[in-house]
């Protein structure tokens, strides 16, 4: 059974920092290991859609951001044997990055939330102004 359990979310004030982080386990449908996966991050704000932050590849060679988190969030991995650790690093937080944060796994190289089957229950990260 795959798990996906995120942690590290939190009130915080305008210009602070949180580390998320994502702990992935078991073994999906096709017999492949959580560790094997590119994982993402997500979040939706309150009336808004869910919206792509940042992903990484399966050996966390390869990332990519959305321009509005670039060069505030870094993304990062630690593969274990069949299990997978993701952090999301957020510096230099604004209001607008209110939201819930979702963590989601997909065997290929996708960018919109539809594209991922696995998620996370979310944790919330509140910035205050």
């Known amino acids: 059974q795959v798990q996906l359990v995120e942690s590290g979310g939190g009130l915080v004030q305008a210009g602070g920092s949180l580390n998320l982080s994502c702990a992935g386990s078991?073994?999906?449908?096709?017999?492949?290991?959580?560790?094997?996966?590119?994982m993402g991050w997500f979040r939706q704000a309150p009336g808004k859609e869910r919206e792509f932050v940042a992903r990484?590849?399966?050996?966390?060679?390869?990332?990519?951001?959305a321009d509005s988190v670039k060069g505030r969030f870094t993304i990062s991995r630690d593969n274990a044997e069949n299990t997978v650790t993701v952090h999301l690093q957020m510096n230099r937080l604004k209001p607008d990055d209110t939201a819930i944060y979702y963590c989601?796994?997909?065997?290929?190289?996708?960018?919109?939330?539809?594209?991922?089957?696995?998620w996370g229950q979310g944790t919330l990260v509140t910035v205050s102004s």
């Open positions: 989601a796994a997909n065997p290929l190289w996708r960018i919109r939330p539809d594209e991922f089957a696995l």
């Open positions: 990484i590849d399966s050996g966390g060679r390869m990332t990519s951001y």
């Open positions: 078991g073994r999906t449908f096709n017999r492949y290991y959580m560790n094997s996966y590119v």
